[in-house]
């Protein structure tokens, strides 16, 4: 830390700085909370941030802060103080406070993070000074800092089970200088030992499985916590936190099929069938939130009935129940081994997740159809990186396209969903007639994505094609009667699925979807799903079919994971930290 004596010096000071260092200036009056600070000059998510008397600056900000500064320098001559002067009038008058001004006029972003009751000011008087000081003695910022280290907005389970204690977890970590990545990497291998635990097979390992499963929820609740309160936010840790969820749970429903298997049940088909699902439940969920991230409409009436509700506290818990949160689900998963059978643990996931499908689905569909709203060229650009269009989609879109109206996007999409699906669980096994549906699919996809996807329902396209992708591949599995079959199908969609939920984060970090050479490399939805038809008809006996789905889920995890890890390390990623979904 140096102290400037004027604006001219302090903009040397500046420019002495090495230019992969961030830099801050701070009014020398300043009075307020150390975590006030700590909100204002510490948060790596913005290239630049502000709160009164204080300004920070990323590398990528700096140029712009000290062009900034210069002016400032020129406009009221060196030499005078740091102090207010001749600038624009703004809330903060203080230099740091004109500077974030000057900041956003240019076109460099300043986040002016909420501080709640903690206490940032420079007072100019000493009956000021003084009013400030009993404020910072007033609140208690470590008691602050805690509180905001949980989310505001999470499930039921989460907040009265989980989140009283973890926070605590989260402080403790923090002062033996554990980062958030280190715990989220804890909470894998503990679901990972868990899974080990239930594929055992006996009464002991389900009953440790689902002490460890929790005991990895309570960790992975504590990796976000720690990220909020030591605001480590990092580019890997985005990119950990956003998959780590789905490999834990999916690799404990293997865990639980093989526990089955070893007592002469076979699950698997319920355990992908679970995947699927769970899978498609959080498409919609992306699909819908990314079609309205910044559509222009009005509030429809389920909307505003939604909002009326949530001034009845009970009604907004008894919502976030129902869609089955990871919190809850997870306790269901945990409670349920330890007591009962791998095969009434799939059934009470399918039925409740099925539930919460149904009901979250029906809500966003109502909301759609009540309200005229005006999709922007960005959510179509996201919803058609969603859809994942390999290159036979692609060549269908460049050469037809699908009739005007508002619905025929999702109606072409459902249709050829159905008769891909329809094929697979009726066609005689083997035949031909699968691979004809699989090349109807990719047609009819293809004009579905033919025109941007700005429509009401629109959002359903994604959806849609995942279920069709997902489904394919377990019904051809679950009818092949080959050994092993499934389990190779299980491993295949958890690959795809990767990528899909892959695509969804890098939309969210506002860094697009994956390069198309990725995509085309794998094949697109509808190319992986004729490339298991078409195998399903020539490897009809022996092992050939589970040999090859085995190969091509090796082949796209290899593919996915390497282009996945290559850009999330890479300083094209986000640098956020995922804040969790409540499904």
Known sequence: MTAAADASEAAELLAAVPASQRVALVDPRFVGHVHALRLGLTDPRFAAASIPGALTAQPEARPALLRALRRAVAAVGAGSPVAPGAAPVAEDRTVPGRLAVALDAEGTAVQRPELGSLTAAVPTEPDERTAAGAAVAAVDDEDVRLRSAVKAHDGFFTTYFISPYSRYIARWCARRNLTPNQVTTASLITALIAAGCAATGTRGGYVAAGVLLLLSFVLDCTDGQLARYSLQYSTMGAWLDATFDRAKEYAYYAGLAL?????????????????????CRHVVDFSFNEANHDAVSNTSPTAALSDKLDSVGWTVWLRRMIVLPIGERWAMIAVLTAV????????????????????????????????????????????????DSGPLAQAVAAVLRRPGGGFTAPFLA????????????FAPYGGWLTVG???????????????????????LVPPVFRAAEYCTILVLAARSDVPHAVPAAFGL???????????????RGGTGAPPQWLV??????????????????????????????????????LVVLVESIRFWVSSSAPAVHDEGELA
Do not use: N
Not at 352 to 359: E, I, N, V
Not at 360 to 377: E, Y
């Open 259 to 279: 526990g089955a298997a070893r007592g002469g049940d076979d699950v698997w088909v319920l355990a992908l069938g679970a995947m699927v699902l769970q899978a």
């Open 340 to 387: 009962t059978t791998p095969r009434i643990v799939f059934y009470a996931l399918l039925i409740g997740c099925a539930l919460a499908a149904c009901y979250t689905t029906a809500g966003r569909l109502l909301r759609s159809l009540t309200r005229k709203a005006q999709r922007t060229d960005r959510a179509a650009g996201a919803l058609a990186d969603l859809a």
């Open 414 to 425: 459902l249709v050829g969903a159905l008769v891909m699906v329809a094929a697979a669980l």
């Open 437 to 459: 549906a699989a090349a109807a699919y990719a047609a009819v996809s293809g004009l579905a994505v033919s025109r941007p996807l700005k429509g009401a329902l629109d959002w």
């Open 493 to 507: 969609v958890s690959a795809v699925a990767y990528h899909h939920y892959d695509t969804v984060y890098r939309i």
């Open 520 to 557: 085309r490399t794998i094949g697109g939805h509808e190319g992986r799903t004729l490339v298991v038809a078409v195998l399903a008809a020539v490897l009809t006996h022996g092992s050939g079919f589970t040999t090859a789905l085995t190969a091509l889920a090796a082949a796209v995890a």
